[in-house]
Structure formats: structure tokens, C-alpha cells
């Protein structure tokens, strides 16, 4: 059985089950439990992360959770979610479970007796009645982990993030030989990564980009800064010895990129010996001799490069001549934050290099070429894209029937797909969706405080005060406090007026023995204030009315 309750139809937030058993009853392998990161459309919310309470439901029937890799779509929500579940076992391998325990101490969690089992790369484990194999692959992170779970009925493949590369230049390459074996021995179904389905060709490789960093590091006449996703640690060991390369010095910029780093040493993906400032020092050194590694390149406003090109950073600083590599692709969604961050650059003459000049980023999906070659080795019954939205689920889904794959399943957010006994058929919903980490509080997205934020984004809000005697008399003139509205109307009146007068108004309309009722007299001047704004203002706030009967 296989029940996606994130990653399908999105990419982010990846929660995918895995079930065993009969008859409704199943016993559940989850594997990973990954975040989303609000936008615009959601003010005040930094993380999404998958509903689970379909899962808490099935607490007593779960076995374990296996995280394949550590980027926060897999594994950032298991600080939030894992508490909800009881105590099931967590499967990592070392750096993911490195950067597992080092995510837990920032949030203060108490990671001692966390029941974490560390698997190493290309090891077995029996996780319930699964018996589940871990597969290395290649992606932007250390030991991305594809998993081979087997039970009586057979086996499937569910591949994580992946891409080929052979020169990936952190953990070993995609281990084709493996796969290749699992594809003889004979894969029922194959749950797959759509990121990149609508790409045709193969990714470039990792050690590609290394050496055009090397190149432009080498070129630079000034002080060079690059940013990159804190935890892509080939790309940070390519900055570093580019870096060196150039005779130049590595100033590594913002709290990400350290804790990344340590994690990257302490699991041997990054020289322990290597060498590098903290920002303190940017400032002592030579600009000619700097490279500063920085967070913030999709232009999060609390990040190093951000606070850089506003001239709002502490210790670092750009100016005319230096250059920014924005060794990065823009997630969609970012791209007006990442405009504001070059815009600032650019002001400042600061000159900026992307992807777009040179190679110097790569994805970590895999292409339509990559697909090919892995569907070739696997040759599975049946298909499943996961990881993507809606299109490059679909492409995926095309490319599988293409390659003459006998069954393709389109499954959804919430769909249950019976995977084994042959033939796959989708036989069931399960109820899905997302919760918001607001502040400190977990809550469903479905309570519609992020809707009235963004309601009163558009229109503010107006809050009027009355007070009533037991017969329904005004004893003073209503209070009015409006919020983000326009001073006055275009005849010149202040739009407190128009909301106090709409008030009196109303309640002197309403016949005396009506008047009694309070939440009458309230629904009506809410009503009639919004109405008076709207008319002024042509616009309609969020109108509240507060009644004290004395
Ligand atoms: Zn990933
Ligand atoms: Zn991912």
C-alpha cells in the first residue's frame, strides 16, 4: 500500500506510508517527514508542514520512520510531527542523522533519548514486516538514500531525491550496479522524483560547476561572495578550494552554513582540517583575498546575502568592484525576493554572476535522460511519480507509458494505491492537508486565521465600540479605532467619522423593542459600517463591533 500525505502535487512538505497487511489493517513504514516554507500568500507563516491525523490515527500500527536524506522537504518536520506519534524508531544514515540531532539542539529539543538508528549507507534493516534496503544515489546533498522495501508480496523502489553523477563529489555516486541487481531480481513498483520530468537531457554533473567556480574565483578582481544552499556540502568543499586555489581566504556568512558544516566534518563529507573565518574577521582581511561564503540565496530577509546588499550587515559589507555568485536556482516563488537582493547589489555596483552566465549551479533531479536510464535498470511493473507538481507529475507519468511501463498510477495528496497483489488500483482517500507553525502553535490550515491576515492586508480593519443601557440606548457616542485605511474619504471626512455616524445611525433606526437584543444591534452596525466605509471608500474592512450593555 502506498499513501502520500505530502510531496505529490507539490514540491515539498514529502510524507510518504508504506503499508502491509489486510483488510484495513495495515502496519505503516513512513518514509520521511519533510516541511514546505510559507510565502506571500501566507503572512506570518514560515513553515507548512503535512497534516498528519490520519497517521496519528494508525500511531499503534506504525513502525518506523526512514528519512533518505536531510534537506528540509524530507526531514525538517520531524521536530514538529515525531512527538504526535508515539516513540517510532527513526532510520537515518550518519550525516542525516547528524544534521537530524543538530536541527533538534537549535530548536532546544532534547535529542538523548531519541530512538535514532543510525543506518550506514547501503545497509539493510528490518523495520516490521518491511525489509528495507538503503540504495545510494546522487543529489545536492551527502547520502541521499533511495529505499528498496520488500515484504512477501514483493518489492518496491522508492528513490528519494536523486540524479545521476557520477562525479557528485561528496557521498558515492548512484550505485548503478545495485540497482541494476534490484531490477533483475524484480521491482513490482518504482515510486519516482518528477522534479525534472519536464527536462529532456541529462544534468550536468557536480565537479563541472567546481570547476567553473574555480575559474571565476580565479578571475575576481576583488572581494568575491558566493551564496549557495547551506546544505548542498559539495558545492561549500567546491567555494573552499576554489577559494584556495585563488590564494584567497574563506569567511563562511550566516548560522546555516556553520551548522552544515560542522555536521559535513564531523561525517568526513568536508575536510576536518579545512580552514575558514568566522564573519568577524571579513573585515580585517585583504577584499583580494576573501571569499565569502554566504546563506541567502533564495533571498530570505533574515539571511547573510540579504542583510548584505542592504547594508544591514554586522560584519560584512560589498562595495563597487566586488563580485556575488549566486551559485543557486531560484525556487518558484522566490524569484521577487531574490530581485529585490540583486537589485540592492546592483545598486551598490556590485556585480552579480548566476546560472545564467555561467554553470555554476545543478540541479540534484533527475532529467527525462536520467529517468530513461533508471527505468531501464529497474524495468518496474508499475509507476508512480511523486516529487512535483501537477505538470511534472504528469510528463513523468507520460514518459513512464512511453518507456512502456505496463501500469502508471496518478496518485494525489491522499490517495491510497494498492501497490501489491498485481494489478495496482487506487482503492481509497485518506484525509490530507497542511499545518501551520504559527509562532509556537501547530495549527490545521483550515482555521482561517492566515485568511483574515490576509484580509486585513488588503483592507485593514475597523473596530467600533458601543455602549448600551439595558433599553438600547447609546450612553456615549460609539469609539471607533480603524487600522490601515486611508485617512479621509475624497470628500475630506475621516473615515472614523463615517464609521462613528454609521453606528448612531443604525441604532437609532432599529425600532425600541429590538433594540433590547444586543447581538442584533451588533450584526446591524457591523453590517452598516462596512456598508458606509464600502460606499466612501470602495472598499470593505474587516469590521468588528464590540457592545457592553450597561
Ligand atoms: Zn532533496
Ligand atoms: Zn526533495
Known sequence: MFVPLGGVGEIGMNLYLYGFGRGGDYTWLIVDMGVTFGGEYEPGIDVILPDIRFLEEERHNIAGLLLTHAHEDHFGAV???WPLLGHVPIYATPFTAEMLRSKLAEMSIDAEDLPLEVVPMGGSRSIGPFDVELIAMSHSIPEPSAVAITTPLGTVLHTGDWKLDEQPLTSAPTDETRLREIGREGVAALICDSTNAIRDGISPSEAEVAVNLERLIGQAPNCVAVTTFASNVARLGSVAKAAQAAGRELV???RAMYRVIEAAQATGYLDPELYFHQETAFAQLPPHKVVALCTGSQGETRAAMAR??????PHVSLKDGDWVIFSSRTIPGNEKAVARVQNALSDNKVEILTDQDALVHVSGHPRRGELEQLYGWLKPDVAVPMHGEGRHLEAHAELAEDLGVKQVIRARNGTMVRLLPQPAEIIDEVPVGRLYRDGT???????GQVRERRKLSFAGVVAVSLTLTTKGELVIDPEVSVIGLPEQDNRGIPFWEIARDAAIGT????PRPRRKD??????AVRRAVRAA???AWGKKPVCTVLTTVL
Not at 308 to 313: D, F, L, Q, V
Not at 441 to 447: G, H, P
Not at 518 to 523: D, K
Open 533 to 535: 466605509i464600502n460606499q
Open 79 to 81: 521536530p514538529d510531527l
Open 252 to 254: 563562511v556568512v550566516g
Open 518 to 523: 444586543p447581538a442584533l444591534v451588533t450584526e
Open 308 to 313: 548584505i546588499a542592504s547594508g544591514e550587515h
Open 507 to 510: 441604532v437609532e433606526s432599529i
Open 441 to 447: 502553535i501547530l495549527t490545521s490550515a483550515d482555521e
